[in-house]
């Protein structure tokens, strides 16, 4: 288990410098700065039930501001934020004040009024209608101003009626994840007692080796980032602000949980406590290499993630060299996987029923974390891209632990249980 703790500690120590980042569907605060054009927030809206409710107030010493609407029409959004050589008028024009695209805060708006020198603009819901899901960037700009932008701000952004639970404050693309993890946690919970179970009968029976405390604890950890997830998503829809930091805690978990899985089958693999008590010299080697590289690469993922996150750009995680770097890492772990593995059943042939299965399987597995990668970077549109995520790393990880969990159940009638050295051998 010495390895393990490595590469925990390891994953941990760059963890900690992707948390903190913060993004709420309930936004509040000050927008300042020399500046006559800045991003506010972005929310995807429904096609029917999105609605809009806000509060903004600035001196009246600050020539009219004006809130803008961009949405997600191709190169729109992204000509208007990305391009800086674009004036505050020349993005200003990208919208149409008669599309509601634009609104002037001040007196001339009946929601607008003056108030001891202070412009203030305070509306009910406003409803967006559109075809399909959409994200919506919100922006304020005072073109006219030669001092840059002063404004305090409370915006509230729903896809659901006040009271709603499951929908009222979640983003489009968020919608069903909630609902989704707690039905993954009770799940997984009838998965980790079964493991547990498992464990405390192979201990009775001298078989608890290493590689099954590493799928425990790669068990534990997945059940734990689901614990996290849902109390991050139900913090949300309670209050409408989002924690980052309890839903990078919990992605973290569950990176911790690939990591001991991919552990665990190479050491399989390799034939560790299913055909010999120690690992070959070259065998330590390779394994140290891969793992070191598998979580060097997953922390470079979450420290890029951090320092160039943008709450303006819908980015997914691994669009980046550290992601393309990571699955990278995962093939090649894959083909060394599939080498080993035929190399020991080669040598071991009474072990052929227990390794062709599961050399199949998790062939699969490995190969499907690249592809689901490239699918969602590329057909997965962004307004349905977080849900699909979400869903696809749960199910392909608990399927995976369900595998080998039945692979390996202490039962007369499995004839593909591969443990037969005890640990006191």
Known sequence: MRPCLVYIVLFSAGFIFSTGLVQGKRVSGTLSGDVNWKFLTRFCFLNKDGTLQFEFKYPRGFKTQSLLLYWDKPNLWKSAYTNKSMTCEQKEGLL????????????????????NGTIVCKTERIRFISARERWWYLAISNCASKIGLYLRYDVVMRNGEPGEFFREHFSADELYILEFN????????????????????????????????????????FFASIIVTCSAYLSYASFGYENSGLKNLGTGMYAISQILMVLMLLLLSLGYTVVCGRLPHWGAICLSVFMTSFSIAYIALYIVEAVTFDAALVLYRYESSPGYGLMAVILACWLFYVGCSIFTMSKHKKKVVFYTP???????WFIAIPITVAVNINQVPDYMRAKVVNFIEVISLFLAHLFYLILTWPSLANKNFPFHIRTTQ
């Open 358 to 364: 599961m050399l199949v399987f998790y062939s699969l």
């Open 96 to 115: 149409d004040v008669k599309s509601n695209q634009i609104f002037r805060l001040n007196t001339s708006l009946s929601m607008c009024n003056m108030e």
């Open 182 to 221: 707690i039905a993954a946690f009770f799940v997984e919970l009838v998965m980790m007692i079964l493991v547990i179970v498992v464990s405390v009968k192979l201990a009775d029976i001298q078989m608890f080796h290493s590689t099954y405390k590493i799928f425990l604890s790669s068990v534990v950890f």
